[in-house]
């Protein structure tokens, strides 16, 4: 059958903070085979007498950096892995890792035609990964991004997806703040609904492929009102990142 | 790896796996939550229940066809089970109300060489189950969650639920089964997650 997706030692290459609560990891894999942009990597942390947890996390990286991938975790106050990796790990620890995993909710460069991704909070990851991917792959097909986040200092990747919007490439941001704005803010306020997306969608046209990322009731209100303005269920793709993701 | 590999400065919070006889109803790498997680690949179909059939099909003698309201008179029953999610989420006593598949099956003649059960839902999605791994008590076509109608998200109107395998087997949005020969991969199946997917044997994953 198909060759199995063993564990390999992944060596923290780098640390890098996003914001307050969601942190960056660089590993470098022994054994990468890549990944396509989308995809996600599990993880596995063993104590001293045996006990063991998983959890996945979406690759936040390019394919064009293996075999380096980076992950991008939110702390989870109460969780059991994320305040691990947030205030234990450093660079040099070794943490082991199997991927790459998922098939469905994947973006490449080969394919053509305008892409709408519209993310929650830390559901930009993914997300990121195909950014970034289609920056580095020289790809021009018109795509946004629309960003759901708290307050102006949760917005994860901010710096990187203002200067991406910057190089007239036919990528543009456009974000929505729905908590806490700054003085003079000019992107969206509130939760993400169908008029928003349909101004966001506009200049895109209704063949759009959409991605989907965010917590279930963002990921159900931005998919069904894509239904509703007329797009095609088979051109949604949608991933939950749940609370539950500690 | 031959030699189990130690995290540095891993302890982890087993506290919260509370007595041993929950301990033991949680398969290797899963861990408990309370809420109940939402996972799909697509938007959640609506199909309204006027128009919303159950069918068997494939190597049966008749093929057979229900309504929504002939489904609701057949024989159910209550279910409390154990739901694990390859996603790592386990949740524990999770009470159904739903169609047992042998149940179902009363209804047709199924031909000898029926082997594999394919479910197919609203949306496209399907998922493959050898027949014996469905029979007996195995799995259920649920309409109720928690005493009240499924909700869409969760798969209603009605999903398949098969608790000895992780949860993408338990299609959502089910509208009927196809009796095969042949196993023929399902939606996740064909992505590279496992074709029988025991929780217990950890089988996540092609390969596993």
């Known amino acids: 059958?198909?060759?199995?997706?063993?564990?390999?030692?992944?060596?923290?290459?780098?640390?890098?903070?996003?914001?307050?609560?969601?942190?960056?990891?660089?590993?470098?894999?022994?054994?990468?085979?890549?990944h396509r942009p989308g995809q996600h990597v599990d993880l596995r942390l063993t104590s001293e007498d045996g006990y063991s947890v998983e959890r996945s996390y979406s690759i936040a990286s390019e394919p064009e950096r293996a075999p380096e991938v980076d992950i991008t975790v939110e702390r989870i106050p109460d969780g059991e892995v994320s305040p691990f990796l947030h205030d234990v790990v450093v660079p040099?620890?070794?943490?082991?890792?199997?991927?790459?995993?998922?098939?469905?909710?994947?973006?490449?460069?080969?394919?053509?035609?305008?892409?709408?991704?519209?993310?929650?909070?830390?559901g930009v990851v993914p997300l990121m990964a195909m950014i970034r991917h289609r920056a580095r792959a020289g790809a021009m097909n018109p795509t946004r991004l629309l960003l759901s986040s708290r307050g102006p200092?949760?917005?994860?990747?901010?710096?990187?997806?203002?200067?991406?919007?910057?190089?007239?490439?036919?990528?543009?941001?456009?974000?929505?703040?729905?908590?806490?704005?700054?003085?003079?803010?000019?992107?969206?306020?509130r939760r993400i609904d169908e008029a928003m997306l349909?101004?966001?969608?506009?200049?895109?046209?209704?063949?759009?492929?959409?991605?989907?990322?965010?917590?279930?009731?963002?990921?159900?209100?931005?998919a069904n009102a894509l239904v509703r303005i007329g797009l095609?269920?088979?051109q949604i793709r949608t991933e939950r990142f749940g609370p539950t993701g500690t | 790896m031959t030699e189990r590999f130690v995290t540095r400065g891993f302890v982890g919070r087993r506290s919260s796996g509370g007595p041993e006889d929950v301990a033991s109803r949680i398969?290797?790498?899963?861990?408990?939550?309370?809420?109940?997680?939402?996972?799909?690949?697509?938007p959640t179909p609506r199909t309204p229940l006027e128009q919303w059939t159950f069918t068997i099909q494939g190597l049966v003698k008749q093929p057979l066809s229900w309504s929504w309201q002939e489904f609701q008179a057949l024989p159910a029953r209550e279910w409390t089970v154990d739901i694990s999610c390859v996603t790592k989420w386990t949740k524990l006593d999770m009470h159904w109300r739903g169609v047992s598949v042998d149940t179902l099956l009363e209804g047709v003649e199924i031909d000898d060489r029926a082997a594999f059960m394919i479910a197919w839902s609203d949306g496209g999605y399907t998922t493959n189950l050898p027949l014996p791994d469905v029979l007996?008590?195995?799995?259920?076509?649920?309409?109720?969650?928690?005493?009240?109608?499924?909700?869409?998200?969760?798969?209603?109107?009605?999903?398949?639920v098969v608790p000895a395998r992780y949860f993408w087997k338990s299609a959502k949005w089910i509208r009927g089964i196809r009796l095969q020969a042949e196993d023929e991969p399902g939606f996740w199946e064909s992505l590279g997650y496992h074709n029988r997917g025991d929780q217990w044997r950890e089988e996540r994953y092609s390969g596993d």
């Open chain 1, 92 to 122: 040099g620890d070794r943490l082991e890792v199997r991927g790459p995993i998922g098939g469905y909710f994947v973006w490449e460069a080969s394919q053509p035609g305008p892409l709408l991704l519209v993310g929650g909070g830390s």
């Open chain 1, 153 to 189: 200092g949760e917005i994860i990747y901010r710096e990187e997806l203002d200067r991406l919007s910057a190089t007239q490439d036919g990528f543009q941001v456009a974000h929505t703040l729905t908590r806490e704005q700054p003085p003079g803010w000019s992107g969206y306020a």
């Open chain 1, 232 to 234: 095609a269920p088979s």
């Open chain 2, 136 to 160: 007996n008590g195995q799995a259920f076509v649920a309409y109720e969650y928690d005493g009240a109608p499924l909700a869409p998200e969760h798969g209603g109107p009605a999903r398949l």
């Open chain 2, 27 to 42: 398969p290797p790498g899963q861990y408990i939550t309370r809420d109940f997680p939402v996972l799909s690949a697509g």
């Open chain 1, 198 to 222: 349909s101004e966001v969608l506009d200049p895109l046209g209704r063949e759009a492929r959409v991605y989907i990322c965010g917590p279930t009731a963002l990921v159900e209100s931005a």
């Open chain 1, 1 to 34: 059958m198909a060759r199995p997706l063993d564990w390999q030692l992944a060596t923290v290459a780098g640390v890098h903070d996003e914001t307050d609560a969601v942190r960056s990891f660089s590993l470098t894999l022994p054994a990468w085979t890549g």
